[in-house]
């Protein structure tokens, strides 16, 4: 990342902001360290995010919520010689899987009940990130006060 905003500059920006991925957050911590101006980094993200990522996450939507293209991607794995045949069947069971995961609360309101939902794993990262985000807040408050007392 470092590497993209100091030798590409505005192109680094916008291939780091265009790609759905994490790591944009080290590219415009990367840029701050750098002082990369303020308009170059504003323009790249917003041309990264704004048209090109949003583009690339509307075309994931359509083809993943469209039958006949879901259909037409089963069966090209299909045809991929000695594999083909023994992914189908998993690949049609998965989706399956997934859309009745999907429509299961189709019926009742669509509202969970209550019940608990997720795994164990999801229930930490969202505490790992909340203990984050509540250190970020606390820095903050600590270095305004040391910055008012000087």
């Known amino acids: ?20 991925n994490p790591l944009f957050d080290l590219a415009g911590i990367t840029c701050g360290h750098f002082l990369v101006p303020f308009w170059t980094f ?13 583009h690339i996450q509307k075309l994931f939507v359509i083809f993943a919520f469209n039958e006949g293209l879901i259909e037409h991607a089963i069966s ?21 899987q997934q859309k009745d995961k999907l429509h299961k609360n189709k019926g009742g309101g669509g509202a969970d009940t209550g019940a608990p939902s997720g795994n164990i794993l999801s229930a930490i990262f969202e505490k790992f990130v909340l203990v984050m985000v509540v250190y970020f807040v606390v820095s903050i408050v600590h270095s305004l006060a040391q910055s008012y007392k000087k």
């Open 1 to 20: 990342v470092q590497w993209a905003v100091q030798k590409v500059g505005f192109m680094g920006i916008l291939l780091c902001a265009s790609i759905p």
């Open 42 to 54: 504003f323009g790249a993200t917003l041309i990264g995010k704004a048209i090109i990522k949003m």
């Open 76 to 96: 090209l794995i299909h045809k991929i010689p000695g594999v083909g045949m023994k992914l189908e069947a998993p690949i049609r069971a998965l989706l399956a």
